[in-house]
């Protein structure tokens, strides 16, 4: 055996040992992506609705000086973001709607970049996620699945 044999092995047993890793990541369920995506950015939204909820005058001030939506009153403003974060984010924990769920929380991450693009991180976080949702779908722990394969047995 020369040195050139022993220099390629390592490289070998490496690389086998990261397409094993890789091909045993990649067994990981799909299912459970979908519904940790979308039970975690439901939650973000909800709980941003929920805050609005609890203290609204609070958020009618945010709208005021922070956020500044055109053409809207604040406190219009205020409750439109508040019923659509907790309406929205409600149907993509039980997984109901979801694609149409998705619009139109991508619809005000698109006006809050706009009007506050200071937190531009967080809204490619959640509109990634929501754009994965709105294309990939729900998954096969939701309330659509259900209703889709009950619809598919009684045709």
């Given at each position: 055996m020369s040195s050139s044999d022993n220099a390629i092995s390592p490289d070998a047993g490496l690389r086998?040992?990261?397409v094993a890793a890789r091909t045993w990541l990649a067994r990981f369920?799909?299912?459970i992506v979908q519904l940790a995506l979308r039970l975690g950015v439901g939650m973000a939204f909800f709980n941003s609705g929920l805050l609005k909820y609890n203290s609204f005058d609070?958020?009618?001030?945010?709208?005021?000086?922070?956020?500044?939506?055109?053409f809207l009153a604040p406190a219009v403003a205020a409750r439109m973001a508040m019923v659509n974060e907790l309406t929205c984010s409600i149907l993509l924990l039980l997984g109901l709607a979801t694609r149409l769920a998705t619009l139109p929380l991508l619809a005000m991450i698109l006006v809050i970049q706009i009007v506050y693009p200071a937190t531009w991180s967080d809204h490619v976080l959640w509109g990634s996620i929501l754009i994965f949702l709105l294309?990939?779908?729900?998954?096969?722990?939701?309330?659509?699945?259900?209703i889709e394969r009950y619809f598919r047995k009684h045709r």
């Open positions: 086998g040992r990261l369920p799909f299912s609070y958020a009618t001030q945010l709208f005021e000086e922070a956020y500044k939506v055109p294309t990939r779908g729900p998954g096969p722990f939701s309330m659509d699945y259900l």
